[in-house]
């Protein structure tokens, strides 16, 4: 039986990790912790097995020598140091994403996952889509030859986040770019296999977060409290040569949205995901593209009820604690996507490029 304690009981703990933690055999969830006393005993009601504690400090939670994987959903500003206290107590750790909010606590975190010789992941779930799965086969296998060109896109057109700490910068580090555009960047980089970047130039923009009464998929913001960027792009340039473009935004005048997306050049073929999951080439002297057509069967990497994404990233990483398996999502790859988005953000800061030693 796994054991496992949650540390942060909002949005993303019960819309992703508590109800999929429920549907796997053989796991227990024993401990809620949360700020928000009531937030916890909630949690726990719904999802807690027979005798589930509820905490509001998370090292009380820590301190119970029985739990052996923590979830941390908290804001970002303390998925670092909440993630190393509990692998220093024990634990392995799922780490909702971002890694980090900065690149030096990211760093900290993989070097407490080594120290330790704890697990740690982070919630990339983007990456167990079906689309996804399927496009990483096809990367995996060659069939794009040497990847040169890629675009990163998560663009909203007016779907800006207004509840809980989205807006907060202090709390957050960031708006878009570390919210969504982790996610496309993420994919991105796992399909080319490429976790080696050379420089960044990146812009942020507040054009946006000003505006008062706006269109609003959650309502309108309050720009006194929208402390982060609202839009957010990348050029990323490889060790290898590759150009990477990063595209991220929660509210931008454009009919071209896209969310978790990415397309890929290569030397043999190319993939995009932005209407539905194409490939393209050329054979025997002529252009082609295929639109793939996903169904239930041939494409599953990890036996599930379903195709939830959500459901096949709890099932794969209990499964790499129970069976001390391969990670699908490494803390070293996870901390260089921390370390190109705060690029961005410095780059954009400072208007010269950032070089990476």
């Known amino acids: ?18 109800p999929s933690l429920a549907q796997l055999p053989d796991v227990e969830i024993v401990a809620f912790c949360d700020i928000e006393i ?3 005993q909630k949690a726990q009601q719904e999802y807690g097995a027979e005798g589930a504690q509820v905490y509001i400090d998370y090292r009380e939670l820590l301190a119970d020598k029985n739990i052996d994987v923590i979830h941390v959903c908290t ?10 206290a509990a692998l220093e107590a024990g634990k392995h750790v799922m780490c909702e994403k971002p890694m980090a909010k900065t ?11 080594l120290r330790t010789g704890k697990k740690l992941t982070v919630g990339y779930q983007n990456r167990f889509r079906k689309d996804s799965r399927y496009l990483h086969r096809v990367c995996e296998n060659g069939e794009l030859g040497e990847i040169y060109y890629a675009k990163a896109k998560a663009i909203r057109r007016r779907a800006v986040p207004t509840w809980g700490v989205f807006l907060d910068e202090e709390a957050q580090g960031g708006g878009p770019l570390i ?3 982790t996610h496309a960047l993420d994919l991105t980089l796992w399909m080319m296999n490429n976790y080696r970047p050379k420089y960044v130039v990146g812009n942020t923009y507040h054009k946006l977060s000003s505006m008062k009464d706006a269109a609003n998929a959650w309502g309108p913001w309050d720009p006194q409290k929208f402390t982060v960027e609202d839009s957010a792009f990348g050029f990323i340039t490889m060790e290898d040569g590759a150009t990477i473009v990063l595209e991220s935004s929660w509210a931008l005048n454009t009919l071209d949205t ?5 397309s890929l050049s290569g030397t043999r073929g190319g993939a995009d995901m932005q209407d539905g999951l194409r490939i393209n080439g050329e054979a ?3 252009t082609f593209e295929k639109q793939i057509q996903l169904g239930s069967d041939g494409v599953d990497f990890y036996d599930a009820a379903d195709d939830d994404p959500a459901l096949l990233e709890a099932q794969a990483w209990i499964d790499a604690v129970r069976h001390d398996s391969p990670l699908v999502v490494t803390p070293q790859q996870a901390l260089v996507v921390t370390q190109i988005l705060e690029a961005i953000y410095q780059s954009a800061e400072t208007g010269q490029p950032v070089y990476f030693s």
């Not at 039986?1 to 508590?18: E, F």
């Not at 804001?75 to 190393?84: A, F």
């Not at 690149?103 to 996952?113: H, K, N, P, R, T």
């Open 258 to 262: 896209g969310e978790a997306k990415t």
């Open 284 to 286: 025997y002297g002529a």
């Open 179 to 181: 919210d969504i555009g």
């Open 75 to 84: 804001p970002n500003i303390s998925h670092s140091s909440i993630s190393i």
């Open 103 to 113: 690149a030096a606590e990211a760093q900290a975190m993989v070097d407490a996952a």
């Open 38 to 40: 009531e937030r916890a």
């Open 1 to 18: 039986m796994i054991r496992i304690g949650i540390i942060g009981c909002g949005g993303i703990a019960n819309g992703k990790h508590l």
